[in-house]
């Protein structure tokens, strides 16, 4: 199973359709968290049957290697099982992640269940935009700098499946090199892929310190 063919298959699949669902209308607007939230869908219900066909597949390794014994080291089974378990619950594995290594806080879908999720991460991405908004507002009017924020939570809504996919391809990436796959990159590759992607999928909160860090050394936005 070549997962990267799989993961370049369903973002040309969605990409597509989502930068161009444009328009002003509550409907469009509707459509877009729709069409974002099913992608979504999709997305984890590959990377969990991925998950879940390495869980197994470790499972399968590590009962020939109990039987049989083997050329595999005994990691093999066990990094599989761990990485299908990880593909099998991947939200629950990059909240952690990312309270393990960033301080993040609670992991949250910016768009998800075909509407936008208010609650997620409203604090960040108004600290972030808020002074724009403000801005929109003081030069148009308050529902223009509604759409504006609107769009800007589908824009991470996209991102954030993006991160996802590739956080996935990382941990299937460990994988592949405890079997012998891709030694040649070694284990370096697929953790940066995963840490690169939570920031992505965190992103209000990775530009929110971003902002934070330039600002203590003395440059404002």
């Not at 910016?110 to 002074?131: K, L, P, Q, W």
């Not at 590759?189 to 310190?209: E, N, R, W």
Request: glycine share 12%.
């Amino acid at each position: 199973m070549n997962v990267r063919n799989v993961i370049t298959f369903l973002t040309l699949l969605f990409l597509p359709a989502l930068a161009f669902a444009v328009g002003d209308s509550g409907d469009v607007a509707q459509a877009r968290a729709e069409l974002i939230s099913a992608n979504l869908g999709l997305v984890k219900l590959v990377i969990f049957l991925i998950g879940f066909t390495l869980f197994v597949s470790g499972g399968y390794k590590l009962k020939l290697l109990t039987d049989e014994g083997g050329k595999m080291g005994k990691g093999v089974p066990l990094v599989y099982m761990i990485i299908g378990a990880v593909l099998m619950n991947v939200t629950l594995a990059i909240g952690v992640f990312g309270n393990t290594y960033f301080k993040a806080g609670d992991f949250c879908f910016v768009v998800e269940e075909g509407a936008i999720n208010n609650a997620c991460m409203n604090t960040e991405i108004s600290g972030v935009t808020g002074e724009l908004k403000a801005r929109i507002e003081k030069l148009s009017s308050g529902s223009t700098a509604q759409a504006f924020m609107d769009n800007v939570q589908f824009i991470i809504g996209i991102f954030q499946i993006v991160g996802l996919i590739y956080f996935s391809v990382g941990a299937y990436g460990i994988a592949e090199v405890s079997n012998g796959s891709s030694k040649e990159n070694g284990y370096g590759k697929p953790i940066i892929t995963m840490f690169a992607s939570a920031l992505i999928i965190d992103l209000p909160h990775t530009a929110q310190m971003a902002i934070d860090t330039l600002e203590q050394i003395g440059i404002n936005f």
